[in-house]
């Protein structure tokens, strides 16, 4: 069965500083993968999606996420932390059985101090 | 255009009645799918359907149902409730397969 791993539960960061978030997966083929950021009180707004278009993958709020396969990694950065960054973000990987079944990672919280 | 729109926003219900929970998804699109948001168990697929059948089932009790409306809304029920279905109930629109998913703010539910 597939899977996603998010390193972390919490990450903390000073603003201005390089924000760096951990999603691994496992899949037996190239899957979709996502990160979403939820806002409390809030639903989940994409901030990027990989289609095996192009390795790199730029996203809304100067976020941005690197596939690489070898590694079975997605990580999220950001070069420069806002305290308007702070929420929760998720990695997610669509199932092989449907694209819009997606498995979600269990989530790290970003908190930005200034 | 509109989100996605999940109403009612909270819902406190007692231990065996039942919920009816309903979405409306963005103009055009024909895919809602259902999740379940808890601090213990995380996000996780409900169901999914399109042009009004079930496409994909996640691993949930039988209490739990669904349907979709010629018109693409949604609506999911629980059916005797139980104190753990206590959650955020998330609803997501797709225009096709392999499009981003839209969600909404989702429904509170808590069982008391």
């Known amino acids: 069965a597939q899977s996603v791993t998010q390193l972390g539960s919490h990450v903390s960061v000073s603003e201005g500083a390089l924000v760096l978030l951990r999603c691994n997966y496992s899949s037996s083929v190239p899957p979709y993968l996502f990160w979403y950021v939820q806002y409390p009180n809030q639903g989940l707004q994409l901030l990027l999606k990989y289609t095996s278009a192009a390795t790199l993958v730029k996203g809304i709020n100067g976020f941005e996420a690197e596939f690489k396969k070898s590694e079975t990694s997605f990580h999220l950065t950001k070069p420069s932390a806002h305290m308007s960054d702070a929420a929760e973000y998720f990695c997610?990987?669509?199932?092989?059985?449907?694209?819009?079944?997606?498995?979600f990672g269990a989530g790290t919280r970003l908190a930005v101090h200034p | 255009k509109a989100g996605v729109t999940q109403t009612p926003r909270y819902l406190i219900k007692t231990r065996g009645q039942q919920v009816t929970l309903s979405c409306s998804p963005i103009s055009g699109h024909r895919s809602v799918s259902w999740y379940q948001q808890t601090p213990g168990q995380g996000l996780q697929f409900l169901f999914e359907?399109?042009?009004?059948?079930?496409?994909n089932k996640g691993n949930f009790p039988g209490r739990f149902s669904g349907r979709q409306f010629s018109n693409s809304r949604s609506e999911m029920n629980v059916s005797t409730l139980e104190l753990g279905d206590s959650a955020l109930y998330l609803c997501a629109s797709s225009l096709k397969d392999g499009s981003p998913l839209h969600f909404g703010n989702g429904t509170r539910l808590t069982v008391t």
């Open positions: 997610a990987v669509s199932d092989l059985g449907g694209y819009n079944k997606l498995i």
């Open positions: 359907y399109f042009s009004e059948t079930q496409r």
